[in-house]
């Protein structure tokens, strides 16, 4: 007599809880989709627009993250190197080259949530286009360490993995025809342990 009710209940909180799960599941492996990568710099400009798909909504949401719109800048994010390697706490880093035409930029280091990383207080922990050393040509070199380095120096904590968050502001590159031929910096790995 309690037997068939049993079997739907079951049936009912295991369909229940598998739809949470890999709601969440989406949530935390996806901004959405559309995604570019641009030497290994990803960004997701169809993810700030009033068109988005719904995980990219859901994900906004959840993270409480304000998103520019597509005229006012474009965020991209590198998990790796020039060679593919995790970026990582214990290694240093050089960032070389130019970005897209843009007003203004901001860097930092984050953690995987995005958010941004304390190398301690007193420490260049974020650069922007305002402050950082320039050669002739407009190219630049930032030094990523735990260590301090002359010139252009972000310091980053002795932790794990980390990203390193570009975010260009009042850039051409946001809206959809500037988003082909875009150069970007190289992260290139000079050393581990120092």
């Known amino acids: 007599m309690f037997r068939a009710p049993l079997i739907i209940a079951i049936a009912l909180i295991i369909a229940f809880a598998g739809g949470v799960l890999s709601a969440l599941s989406m949530l935390n492996a996806s901004v959405g989709f559309g ?14 627009m009033a068109s988005a798909d719904p995980y990219a909504k859901a994900h906004r949401a959840k993270g409480g993250r304000l998103l520019y719109g597509s005229a006012e800048g474009l965020q ?16 240093s880093y050089r960032m070389s080259g130019r970005t897209p035409t843009t007003r203004l930029w901001t860097l930092y280091a984050a953690d995987a949530e995005g958010n941004p990383l304390n190398a301690g207080p007193e420490l260049p922990t974020a650069k922007n286009s305002q402050t950082v050393l320039r050669r002739r040509d407009g190219s630049f070199d930032i030094v ?15 932790t794990g993995a980390f990203q390193l968050v570009l975010t260009l502001l009042d850039t051409p590159a946001a809206a959809s025809t500037g988003l082909s031929g875009l150069s970007m910096p190289v992260i290139e790995q000079i050393g581990c342990g120092q």
């Open 35 to 48: 995604a570019i990568e641009v030497a290994g710099w990803r960004a997701f400009p169809a993810a700030q």
């Open 76 to 91: 991209f994010t590198a998990l790796r190197d020039a060679e593919g390697l995790t970026l990582t706490g214990t290694c």
């Open 144 to 158: 990523i360490s735990r260590t301090a380095k002359a010139g252009n120096w972000l310091a980053i904590p002795d």
